[in-house]
């Protein structure tokens, strides 16, 4: 009974976002044209509307892999497990996939490259307790860490689809989380990517499980629009992909 009414509530769930939910065919056709198999998703906050291509697959959950770097700044720095962006935190000494991850660095330098150690060093300060309780209060994903506190968005349990990235990021972007103003802002400034005259790009990659991931928010005026693209990916030479299928959709909606 009880699997039959959790069943439910997704299906409740998914109609909802389905009644404030259009499909782009110009989006549909960059990834066809790409040959990608994935999901683009904007969401207009102001409107609440959402736009994108491949509706069915905007509400699948998937692994956040990296995505997860911008909640785990934002809890680590609202309980202390960092006193700022720019403590420096410490890799290991273990070798890794990448020789610029093996390098003691702060998370404003961290997020840019991705660097897989010091953010596992920023999860394991915050702890497995800590880390559960937070992510639940964020209402991210299916909120599930699972008992691995340095992996968890790596391997799962923790998975978040498409649909809800951009919820969290639309609250992110306007401060509107249960979190103290200052972590989100500072946890704002270091995924800023670009700025142009009257925008500001704010994004973060993310890859694992043959997922590729690009999210995060853009500002235009008074406006916030947050969006989130997840491709099949499953190589490195395939990354690029994922930036530019995203801000080619952001440019043919406008927001760019």
Known sequence: MKHILIFFLVLMSLNVSADDWEENADIGKLFKAASVNGT???FDVKQQQYTGYNRERAVTPFIPASTFKIPNTLIGLSIGSVENVDEILPYGGQPQPMDIWEKDMSLRDAIPISNVPIYQELARRTGLERMQANVRKLDYGN???GEVVDRFWLD??????ALEQTSFLARLAQGELPFPVQAQADTREI?????????TLYAKTGWG???GWWVGWVTKGDRVYSFALNIDMYSAAEANKRIVLGKASLQGLGIL
């Open 143 to 145: 909120a599930d860490i």
């Open 40 to 42: 683009f998703v904007l």
């Open 156 to 161: 799962g349990p923790l998975r978040i689809s």
């Open 191 to 199: 995924v800023q990517l670009e700025q142009d005259l009257d925008w």
């Open 209 to 211: 499980n043959d997922i």
